[in-house]
């Protein structure tokens, strides 16, 4: 079963509302939603792989896996995957392979490879249309999520 079709704001506002959720459960908070092309809710995951201790499982792959299993196919072609992070070298490997159509994501990383970097070098080679940051009301929101949670972390909260 779908969910509602949610506005634009809304759907960040849930991201950050599943990052939160992460963070409670002592994940590094960071969510991803999947929407099919009528931008309905079809996929939706944080972060869970300090609980799981699967190197593997971070928002967006969960999120994907889970798309793939609702749709009966790993190739989600006509789907959009909203992020809170830029995703990760292993995750972008994970959406090229899963054929989605754009990604979104709210905050840069200064962290590692760029994965928008990697985008705008393969964006012709590839079925992704898509791969940027955005900048809404949730954003700022977003940012500090992460910024208190790893402020928490060195505390020792």
Request: overall charge positive; charged content about 25%; some cysteine.
């Amino acid at each position: 079963m779908l969910t509602k079709k949610l506005t634009q704001l809304e759907m960040w506002e849930k991201l950050n509302k599943l990052s939160i959720k992460a963070k409670n459960k002592g994940e590094i908070p960071v969510s991803a939603i999947v929407l099919n092309d009528q931008k309905e809710i079809i996929a939706q995951a944080f972060n869970k792989n300090d609980r799981t201790n699967k190197v593997s499982d971070h928002a967006e792959i969960i999120a994907l896996n889970k798309a793939g299993r609702k749709l009966k196919t790993w190739k989600l072609i006509d789907c959009t995957l909203l992020v809170t992070l830029e995703p990760c070298v292993m995750c972008f490997g994970a959406i090229l392979n899963s054929r989605v159509k754009n990604v979104y994501f709210m905050l840069k990383t200064d962290k590692g490879i760029s994965s928008l970097n990697l985008f705008n070098e393969l964006k012709t080679k590839t079925h992704l249309k898509n791969f940027s940051a955005v900048n809404n009301l949730q954003t700022a929101i977003s940012k500090k999520i992460i910024k208190d949670f790893f402020n928490d972390l060195r505390k020792g909260k």
